[in-house]
Structure formats: C-alpha cells, structure tokens
C-alpha cells in the first residue's frame, strides 16, 4: 500500500510546504540509493497559494485544464485520466512529480461546496494512479477548509508541522481533534495521525526549548514527535532559487534534519507493515 502523507495545521507560516516538498524529493532519493524498485513520489498540491507549485517546478500559472482544478472539476469516471494527463515532473528531479495547484482551487471549493461527495474528488482518481508511487506527499492549505478535507481523506498518515512558539498542548490536540473528526466523520479509517514536526527550532531561544521539553514530556504527543528542523536561513535561500534545501545546501542543518526525518518516517511506514 502506498504511504499517502499530508501536512497539515490550521495555522500559515509554519513550514508545511518547505516540508512537503523537501520530504518528497528526499523520499525519493533515499529509495533510489537504496536500489528501490519504485522511487517516484508525487507532491499534490492542494493551495490555491500554489507555493509547493512554484518551487518545485518553477510555475505558478497553472490554470483551468492543466493542474488539480481540472481533476475537481472533470466528471467523476474520467477524472483519473485528467489526473494522469496533468500531473509534471518537477524540475527538481525526473523521479519527483507534482500535481501541480492553481489560484482557481480558492472558487472551486465554493463550486463544490452542495456537490455530493465532494470530499472524495481528490481521493478517488489517486487512489487509482497510488501504485505508480513510492509515497504521495499533499500540501494543504493553512485551514480546514473543504480542500484541506480532501487532502485528508486521501491519506493515510497525517504530518503536524508546529513552531516551537505554536507548540501549545490546547492548539495541537484541537489540529488533531480535527483530524479524528474528519476520519470519523467521512468512515476514512486509514487516516492517522503519524507525527508532530517542530520547524523552525532555534536552540539559542529560552522558550523554543522550553516548549520543545513541553512536548516531548506530554503523554500523548511526546511520542508522535518525528522531527525537529532548526532554523536556517538556507531554507529561504533555496526558495528563491526554485530549489530543494538539499541541492542549495547539502550540509545545511535543516536539509541534514530533514534527511533525517525521511528516515524516521520510512523507519515507521515499515514498522507498520507499508
């Protein structure tokens, strides 16, 4: 079964589509020198800010028949060959693809808001193209909003990216009440919250490690921490140029802890018998 990981929080600016993007071309590398038989991952982007768009490919024109829009839109029976038709190597890698994101997402949502079962319009085509990868990545909007619904539904492991200063015990178990709702709610058993990601961690501040301590001593989401990214003025370097953090910086301490993170995660899609 391939691994559908979403990130998600309900909050902007806390490092869910630097992380999307860059744990996806790092899944990708990671499988390819292992000798993987499969090491295409594909990163959808589901934000009508179409940011994962732009530095994975270097476009954010996208429009009405060329990016997920056209897949939302396109008649139920047929939306599976539009998805295949408009997803594009990313400029990144040949083995990382992306479905690319349009500003038209923002009215679709409104398009599809008294459509039934439109909540599945993205899970549905996926879950037949899902085997042509090793892994799936979905960026999601900063709200749980309909898309952010449907990222959700087509996972199966939920990723929390949360600032050191947004770590509060009550936001993040509200991030994952949320999340049980929707798996409750819409009968999507197979979503689960697979880990917390702290971003942007800057040891020289009394309160990021206070927090960071915080979290790792709670009894419930201490043990869902699956990575802590310092931060690194690398990362937004990299973003200018249109790059990963590991082809503007291998060394970079952010692009050293998301290599670590893509082996954390792997570690546990095995333990849980992926």
């Not at 090491?39 to 490919?57: G, N, P």
């Not at 500003?103 to 439109?118: F, K, V």
């Not at 197979?190 to 490690?209: A, C, P, Q, W, Y």
Request: with cysteine; proline share 5%.
């Amino acid at each position: 079964m391939t691994r559908v990981f979403v990130l998600t929080n309900n909050k902007g600016g806390c490092g869910k589509t630097t992380s999307a993007a860059n744990i996806a071309l790092g899944l990708s590398g990671v499988l390819r020198k292992m000798g993987a038989p499969n090491h295409r991952v594909l990163l959808v982007d589901t934000d009508s800010q179409c940011h994962a768009t732009l530095v994975t490919t270097g476009r954010n024109d996208f429009g009405q028949d060329d990016s997920l829009y056209a897949v939302l839109m396109a008649p139920r029976d047929q939306a599976p060959a539009v998805m295949a038709k408009v997803i594009v190597q990313s400029t990144w890698d040949s083995d990382l693809h992306v479905l690319p994101a349009s500003p038209l997402l923002e009215g679709a949502e409104r398009e599809l808001m008294s459509t039934a079962g439109a909540p599945y319009r993205l899970a549905d085509p996926l879950s037949h193209l899902a085997n042509h990868y090793a892994a799936i990545l979905i960026d999601t909007r900063p709200s749980f909003s309909l898309m952010t619904e449907m990222g959700l539904i087509a996972a199966t492991d939920a990723i929390v990216p949360v600032e050191p200063r947004y770590l509060e015990t009550v936001g993040l178990m509200n991030v994952m009440h949320k999340i049980a709702t929707i798996r409750e709610g819409w009968r999507v058993p197979h979503l689960r919250v697979s880990g917390i990601l702290v971003t942007k961690m800057d040891t020289r501040v009394r309160g990021h490690k206070y927090l960071l301590g915080e979290l790792r001593e709670h009894e419930v989401l201490g043990r869902l921490l699956c990575g802590v990214i310092p931060a690194n003025e690398a990362v937004s370097y990299a973003h200018r140029q249109h790059q990963s953090i590991f082809q503007y910086d291998y060394h970079a301490p952010a692009g050293v802890a998301y290599l670590k993170l893509v082996g954390t995660l792997m570690k546990r899609s095995l333990q849980a018998g992926a």
